[in-house]
């Protein structure tokens, strides 16, 4: 008897879901880095941002109503293009999953040190890798259980420390209404050219709305709640996470003076807060990168999954285990290349490939969404056109903005990708 995946989630679930797939906390990582390229006007970035990942959001939905397949990327490539291409954008798409829990793996077990430093690096690796798989290996209600309560813990912590800053806010007063406008425009220090190189970097802020696409086959009504789901993803993130940044500039108005860049918006935490915000802050990014790998891990294996169903890969990784619904060889195989990646890879190349695959796949699909939509449409309008040709366009100038090391790298794992097509073809003639 064929085992299939459950329809059980619901709207709800699936905004969820995202949420904690891209994360409540998403911009603080990139506040310091983002606040310095774009010289003070951070907020103004991620709402920049929001606008190409929101038009690319739509796309995604409206090829979820075509194509209510777990591929997602692939699914809606392979339909529109024929099979080679659709293999490519699953191929690079799945190295955007794949390489997601490996940065997840590898930041969560530095800052755990932090905590802990009695116990090993290389053991708090292991830990969290076995830790994501096993929590995957469950089905599909009970990682969305865990979805929500994260998502509800994360949120309790931001609305904490907005609440702090802007008691700091007012408390360090009266300010005039320059100091209030100066993070979206500050005529001083502001340049387009830094303002939009800013924006490249806040993109990644909203990476992971697209892991919602996946969960198509275990949705209740796909054709309407993918599609809502995924833009209410994308606009939530947007205004919350500009509030996040827009309070982290007024508390600390100098962008050149953080005491670590990366860590940029802890320390402004610390400054409105004091030592037990900090604290609190610290360790929910660390809760919010281990419910990013997890998230990302069981996307990776829906990839393989719907790959494997259509014979793109080995059927082998088309499996889904009889009791849980879950594909769960493809969720063993992503925590064996998660534990392996985290040992071989920097953050910085993992977070440079990540995006080198999402935003390929993403121009996929909003190329995909302007041929479906607007060319094979008798009824047509100009809207159908417009919408994923600015998306592509905004996707594009991310993806070219990548250093020279990601694009070799990501190169070579396209490259395998057609050689691994070509093997096949020639083994079945």
């Not at 879901?17 to 998403?26: F, H, W």
């Not at 919408?387 to 070579?412: D, E, F, H, N």
Request: hydrophobic share 50%; net charge positive; aromatic share 12%.
């Amino acid at each position: 008897m064929k085992t299939e995946l459950r329809r059980v989630l619901r709207l709800r679930d699936l905004i969820f879901y995202g949420i904690v797939m891209i994360q409540p906390t998403a911009p603080m990582p990139l506040f310091g880095v983002a606040s310095q390229e774009a010289r003070g006007h951070v907020v103004t970035t991620v709402l920049l941002a929001m606008i190409g990942m929101a038009l690319t959001a739509v796309s995604y939905g409206k090829m979820a109503r075509v194509y209510p397949s777990a591929g997602s990327a692939y699914a809606y490539i392979r339909g529109e293009f024929g099979a080679t291409p659709g293999f490519i954008a699953g191929w690079a798409i799945l190295l955007d999953y794949i390489i997601n829990p490996i940065i997840c793996v590898i930041w969560c077990s530095a800052a755990a040190v932090n905590f802990f430093p009695s116990i090993p690096l290389g053991a708090w690796k292991v830990i969290f890798v076995v830790v994501f798989t096993v929590l995957n290996l469950r089905a599909i209600e009970s990682s969305s259980r865990t979805n929500t309560w994260m998502a509800l813990g994360m949120g309790a912590v931001v609305g904490w420390t907005l609440w702090s800053m802007s008691r700091y806010v007012f408390a360090t007063g009266p300010h005039d209404a320059l100091f209030f406008t100066r993070p979206f425009y500050d005529p001083a220090t502001f340049s387009w050219g830094a303002v939009s190189t800013g924006t490249a970097l806040a993109a990644l802020t909203y990476i992971g709305f697209d892991n919602i696409s996946t969960l198509s086959e275990e949705t209740i009504e796909p054709e309407k709640n993918i599609l809502r789901a995924t833009v209410l993803v994308c606009l939530l993130t947007g205004v919350l996470a500009a509030i996040e940044v827009y309070a982290g500039q007024l508390v600390w108005p100098d962008f050149s003076k953080y005491p670590d860049v990366d860590t940029a918006y802890v320390y402004v935490a610390g400054r409105a807060g004091g030592a037990i915000l900090f604290a609190a802050v610290n360790a929910t990014l660390l809760v919010a990168n281990a419910g990013s790998g997890m998230g990302a891990q069981i996307g990776a294996a829906r990839v393989m999954y719907g790959m494997g169903r259509d014979a793109a890969l080995p059927r082998w990784f088309g499996y889904v285990h009889p009791k849980t619904a879950i594909p769960s060889r493809n969720v063993l195989l992503c925590g064996a290349l998660a534990l392996s990646g985290a040992w071989a890879m920097t953050y910085q190349l993992g977070a440079e490939l990540l995006n080198f695959g999402a935003f390929l796949a993403f121009s996929g699909v909003n190329l995909a969404c302007f041929r479906n939509n607007y060319l094979k449409n008798p009824g047509r309008r100009w809207i159908d056109a417009a919408m994923p040709l600015l998306a592509l366009a905004i996707c594009l100038y991310i993806w070219a903005s990548l250093r020279w090391q990601a694009k070799v790298a990501g190169t070579i794992w396209v490259a395998a990708g057609l050689i691994y097509v070509v093997a096949r073809r020639k083994n079945t003639t």
